[in-house]
Nanobody, 122 residues
Framework: QVQLEESGGGSVQAVGSLRLSCAASRNYLMAWFRQTPGKEREGIACIGNDAIPAYAASVKGRFTVSKDNDGRTLYLQMDNLHTEDTGVYYC????????????????????WGQGMQVTVSS
């Protein structure tokens, strides 16, 4: 089982920024998911094995996903945050590899972080 260490959650005012991090023991397929109040969990950002990022429509243009050089840490730079971005954010990882066409699908991931609360106030 992959141990994932998440950090960076917290509270911010609308249009502010936060940066989330997720550290793993080695380079895995990794992605960010979130669950906002009243909605199902959604995949919001990932990087496929083709090195192409994928984003949910709700965050595209505001969030940027990246990995460090050794591929063990996944980041999510969240800019221009909206109150609707409030929720619990999760990092997920799996030893299998998929292209950006598939890496936002939750069923592709076996291991999940504990989740971090992100609260955006108006």
């Amino acid at each position: 089982q992959v141990q994932l260490e998440e950090s960076g959650g917290g509270s911010v005012q609308a249009v502010g920024s936060l940066r989330l991090s997720c550290a793993a023991s080695r380079n895995y397929l990794m992605a960010w998911f979130r669950q906002t109040p009243g909605k199902e969990r959604e995949g919001i950002a990932c990087i496929g094995n083709d090195a192409i990022p994928a984003y949910a429509a709700s965050v595209k243009g505001r969030f940027t996903v990246s990995k460090d050089n050794d591929g063990r840490t996944l980041y999510l730079q969240m800019d221009n945050l909206h109150t609707e971005d409030t929720g619990v954010y999760y990092c997920a990882a799996d030893g299998r590899w998929y292209t950006h066409f598939y890496c936002l699908q939750g069923e592709k991931y076996r291991d999940w972080g504990q989740g971090m609360q992100v609260t955006v106030s108006s």
